[in-house]
């Protein structure tokens, strides 16, 4: 090959990885904006749950998590999920990907759905 045709797959092997490069910039920076904005909606979430328990110091993660588990089983509580889901139709397809309905067996006889997240 030329003198001239090796430079210039030099140059666009050059080009090649500063795009790779900017490419992984870019996707390092979507990557923090995700994390800090889910940060933020967990600190905001779990403000809102003390905000509306009485002495939530009292109670431990696990006992909040059981709660927590066993209010979203009710059915209430899940017609008025479906319905604010429904409210929003462009967030249906994420709660569909995320959520997953799992039974759990309570009682002998009697069965809870339980809403754990998926792993897609």
């Known amino acids: ?9 030099e140059g666009i092997n ?4 500063q795009l790779e490069n900017e490419r992984k910039r870019l996707m390092n920076l979507q990557k923090q904006a995700d994390r800090k904005a889910r940060t933020k909606r ?13 002495d939530p110091a009292n109670f431990t993660n696990e006992q909040i998590k059981t709660f927590l588990e066993k209010t979203i089983a009710t059915e209430t509580s ?19 990907s995320k959520w997953r309905a799992k039974q759990m ?3 002998p006889g009697e069965k809870q759905t ?3 997240m998926g792993t897609d």
């Open 42 to 54: 967990l600190i905001e979430r779990g403000a809102i749950l003390e905000s509306l328990i009485t």
């Open 14 to 17: 050059s080009k090649i990885e």
């Open 105 to 107: 067996s309570t009682a």
């Open 78 to 96: 899940r017609k008025i999920l479906a319905g604010m889901i429904a409210q929003k139709p462009d967030t249906q397809k994420t709660v569909d």
């Open 1 to 9: 090959m030329s003198k001239n045709t090796n430079e210039r797959i």
């Open 114 to 116: 339980q809403m754990t």
